[in-house]
């Protein structure tokens, strides 16, 4: 059973800084890509970074430069760090693995 499980989120003023962590059984990190999504309130679900098994990452242009994305196999964990946060990043972040599993989401608010 694939249940990515995030942890990590909560509130910081801007310019701050989050890393969240998605958790998921070891064999999945290694030979899933593994992506973020977040949904803002009352917005549709975007798409924000992913980790291919062979750690070939990749970035939407909005947070290109603040976040980086990196997994550890060995724990089957993948991480989002976030930096120089902005209230436009406040959303519901959500790690999806194998292009099909979906966790429950941790909550991300940003205050200016």
């Known amino acids: 059973q694939v249940q990515p499980v995030e942890s990590g989120g909560g509130s910081v003023q801007a310019g701050g800084s989050l890393r969240l962590s998605c958790t998921v059984p070891e064999f999945t990190s290694n030979t899933c890509t593994m992506a973020w999504f977040r949904q803002p309130a009352r917005t549709q679900r975007e798409w924000v970074s992913q980790i291919s098994p062979r750690g070939i990452t990749s970035y939407a242009d909005h947070v290109k430069g603040r976040f980086t994305i990196s997994k550890d196999t060995g724990k089957g964990t993948v991480y989002l760090q976030m930096n120089n946060l902005t209230p436009e990043d406040t959303a519901m972040y959500f790690c999806?693995?194998?292009?099909?599993?979906w966790g429950q989401g941790t909550q991300v608010t940003v205050s200016s």
């Open positions: 999806r693995a194998c292009f099909d599993y």
